[in-house]
């Protein structure tokens, strides 16, 4: 179990009116939990979970028009934050050989186990279905992602 | 087992998506947004205003402003507003080489900017050609689909530095692109400058490409604007584009 605590910040002259303002990769929290637990003489079952805080980003607190191209008005430096990124891995190790000088396994894993989305960026743009409104659109990467591994090890 | 990954590849790269999420932005101070133009046969100050990203996108313009412009012999002219939120004047003109100075006296607070009229460099030819449609589009307005494609001819003077910022309009309309170039690289050269712009030119429309030479300031706001318009980016974090207007004060 570990849980980090930590923050980070910079100030350049000429950038953020020479205020200091979070690093991008500022992580306020970090918490991982990883349990392992033997169910029977050829089967171990372990879950991870961690919990990361966002990114410090830069989100629009306005908007206007120049020339007919809306543009975003934009205040502090990373003032915003990402949503939080957690997620909950599972999975289940079924020795199958072990030798003196070899082992083998089967593990099965749930990555992401309860599928939380969590977003790789946010980006903004006018509505396509709409022109007189703007929206922000989040992309993630992946939900669930089962597996199936076979691992060799020799000593 | 071929099945098997393949369901299972398939699975994996369904999952990844995009949702229009609502943000709970911060809503700032309203800003007043102006935009200024003086040309050789008049001047034109258009007042408006920001508003909150989930507000529609209909900009209120600022009316019953004082907006006054000093030429470099020290004259002041003051603006005349004709529709709301837009100041003319055909009192003062710009002449190539004078420093001009503008003055905003808006809802209580006053702006201040200051620009100079360069050179006048005019182009050469604008060739319209019908563009073969490869349409790889990287970056905002590069990229044409089949249709025309405008580029405008010019030849940049070799004893100074120049800015240019072209305006494309198909059949009146002008495109929301935004053309800025300076000379770094082609100083005394004939420039042939594409207007990538990403509407389609389709055969019968009218085309009107107005050329403006700029000064320093005013191609650093276009250069920053135009990198800016797409927001924030996984690589980049914007600010907002470097003005040459001074206030409020």
């Not at chain 1, 050829?42 to 120049?66: D, R």
């Not at chain 2, 300076?182 to 004939?190: A, H, K, V």
């Not at chain 2, 797409?230 to 206030?247: H, L, Q």
């Amino acid at each position: 179990m570990g849980y980090t605590l930590s923050r980070t910040e910079r100030q350049i002259a000429g950038i953020n009116e020479g205020n200091w303002y979070a690093a991008k990769q500022d992580q306020t929290h970090d918490v991982a939990l990883v349990g392992i637990y033997p169910l029977t003489k050829n089967w171990t079952l372990s879950a991870s979970w961690v919990y990361k805080t966002g990114n410090a980003v830069t989100f629009p607190s306005g908007k206007y028009e120049v020339n007919g191209t809306t543009q975003y008005y934009y205040t502090e430096r990373n003032g915003y934050r990402m949503p939080a990124y957690h997620r909950l891995d599972l999975s289940a190790t079924r020795t199958l050989k072990k030798r003196k000088n070899y082992e083998t396994e089967l593990v099965f894993g749930l990555y992401n186990a309860y599928g939380r989305a969590n977003p790789y960026k946010i980006s903004f743009q006018n509505d396509p279905n709409d022109a007189t409104k703007t929206q922000a659109v989040e992309t993630y990467l992946f939900k669930q992602v089962p597996s199936i591994s076979w691992n060799f090890k020799f000593y | 087992m071929n099945r098997i990954c393949l369901f299972f590849l398939v699975l994996v790269v369904l999952t990844s998506c995009e949702k229009v999420i609502v943000l709970d932005l911060n809503t700032a101070d309203t800003q007043l947004v102006i935009e200024a133009n003086l040309s050789a046969d008049k001047g034109q100050v258009k007042l408006s205003k920001t508003v909150n990203f989930d507000q529609s996108n209909v900009y209120p313009s600022v009316s019953g402003a004082v907006v006054k412009m000093t030429n470099g012999e020290g004259q002041t002219v003051q603006f005349k507003e004709t529709t709301t939120g837009v100041y003319e004047t055909t009192a003062l003109t710009g002449k190539v080489g004078q420093k001009y100075q503008l003055d905003v006296q808006a809802e209580g607070k006053t702006y201040h900017a200051e620009s100079q009229v360069p050179k006048t460099v005019a182009f050469t030819t604008i060739t319209v050609r019908s563009q073969a449609g490869s349409g790889s589009s990287i970056g905002p307005g590069s990229g044409n689909k089949s249709g025309y494609e405008v580029e405008a001819s010019f030849t940049d003077p070799a004893s100074e530095t120049n800015y240019y910022r072209f305006i494309l309009t198909i059949n009146n309309k002008a495109t929301d692109d935004v053309f800025v170039y300076d000379d770094r690289l082609s100083n005394g050269e004939t420039s042939n400058r594409i207007l990538r712009t990403s509407q389609t030119i389709s055969k019968g429309d009218v085309v009107g490409v107005e050329m403006q030479c700029i000064d320093e300031n005013v191609y650093a706001y276009f250069n920053s604007f135009k990198r800016l318009a797409g927001g924030p980016t996984d690589s980049s974090t914007p600010a907002n584009p470097i003005t040459n207007i001074s206030g409020p004060s």
